[in-house]
């Protein structure tokens, strides 16, 4: 008789760890978060895991038949949809971008503008182009556009 | 530099927390990222405007030399790649 299926709860907890370990710490690291293949390869781990969960599941031997193949059913279902909503937002949700055909094009001059910088202080691009650094005039200016804290 | 919609009070948070020291600006109408064609419009807490993730590399006469705009936004420009660029500039 056995009781307790391990397997299955591994593998639902598995899949939660795929899921957000991500967000919470993959995504920190160029090499697991321009492809997600760290946590991928958790997610195969945790559906090798369920399966093996259900195949207890299903096995006649269990105490309570019934709720063993209901509770297994309703794990599965959930780690799938774990797993879709991983997959939609890295692969899909992250193309929801808008086009942007008008940004400035190589070759052409970029806008100028001013700003305020985190002390409050007013800084031009004409002024990060041309000011020395180090004593020496900059070759240029890398502009980076972040969506924020977010 | 880095240009987002935070307020100057946010962004010196965030640049405390993750070690910025590079200049980073507060645009938070989006009046700039507007004008560079990079609103992501709705995107961003309550519904509010933010930029696109975009890398502009400029020279010193004010001329993009290379471009980086993701079509997702969890890939970025690698810090290498970018530094490879900028030694080609002139």
């Given at each position: 008789m056995r009781r307790f299926n391990w397997p299955l709860w591994a593998g639902f907890l598995l899949t939660l760890v795929a899921a957000f370990s991500y967000f919470a710490?993959?995504?920190?690291f160029p090499v697991t978060r321009d492809f997600p293949w760290a946590n991928l390869l958790l997610f195969l781990l945790a559906a090798v895991l369920i399966v093996m969960g259900i195949r207890r599941a299903f096995a006649?031997?269990?105490?309570h038949p019934t709720r063993s193949k209901v509770v297994a059913s309703i794990v599965t279902t959930l780690s799938v949809l774990v797993c879709a909503f991983f997959i939609f937002a890295i692969f899909?949700?992250?193309?929801?971008?808008?086009?942007?055909?008008?940004a400035p094009h190589v070759g052409q001059k970029v806008p100028e503008f001013t700003l305020s910088d985190a002390n409050g202080r007013q800084v031009s691009l004409n002024q990060l182009t041309s000011e020395p650094v180090d004593g020496k005039a900059p070759k240029g200016v890398l502009l980076v556009f972040y969506r924020g804290w977010w | 530099m880095a240009i987002s919609v935070d307020s100057p009070e946010v962004t010196r948070d965030l640049m405390r927390k993750a070690g910025y020291t590079f200049t980073f600006l507060s645009d938070p109408n989006a009046e700039v990222i507007r004008r560079y064609d990079l609103v992501h419009a709705g995107?961003?807490?309550?519904g509010r405007d933010i930029a696109r993730p975009a890398e502009f590399l400029v020279d010193r006469t004010g001329t993009v030399r290379w471009i980086n705009l993701t079509e997702n936004y969890w890939v970025r420009a690698r810090p290498e790649d970018v530094l490879d660029k900028a030694k080609l500039l002139p």
């Open positions: 710490f993959f995504v920190n006649r031997d269990r105490a899909i949700a992250g193309r929801f971008l808008p086009p942007s055909t008008s | 995107a961003g807490e309550n």
